[in-house]
Nanobody, 115 residues
Framework: QVQLVESGGGLVQAGGSLRLSCTCS????????MGWHRQAPGKEREFVAA???????TYADSVKGRFTISRDNSKNTVSLQMNSLKPEDTAIYYC?????????WGQGTQVTVSS
């Protein structure tokens, strides 16, 4: 069974940067389109960014120009470079298959941006 483990979150001041990573256990990682989602307190989980098997990228409007998604198929990882962070980016960040998150959700990684 596929397991997802997210890491790299933390506390950062507004304007700062963080780099999140997600490691996916199991075979055939390179065959999946992957995405990042986030869930802020009291809100529903929302889409942040996705990357296809061939490297095509899509972003939510709220993060476009600030976040960059990438993948390393040799390490079964998908990363999210987050720059110019804002307090409204505060959330737990999760990765999963895209567009349908069919893998069991991992524990996520907490990102907190202070103003």
């Amino acid at each position: 069974q596929v397991q997802l483990v997210e890491s790299g979150g933390g506390l950062v001041q507004a304007g700062g940067s963080l780099r999140l990573s997600c490691t996916c256990s199991g075979p055939a990682f390179s065959a999946y389109d992957m995405g990042w989602h986030r869930q802020a307190p009291g809100k529903e989980r929302e889409f942040v960014a996705a990357i296809t098997r061939s490297g095509g990228r899509t972003y939510a409007d709220s993060v476009k120009g600030r976040f960059t998604i990438s993948r390393d198929n040799s390490k079964n990882t998908v990363s999210l470079q987050m720059n110019s962070l804002k307090p409204e980016d505060t959330a737990i960040y999760y990765c999963n298959q895209h567009p349908y998150p069919t893998f069991p959700w991992g524990q996520g990684t907490q990102v907190t941006v202070s103003s």
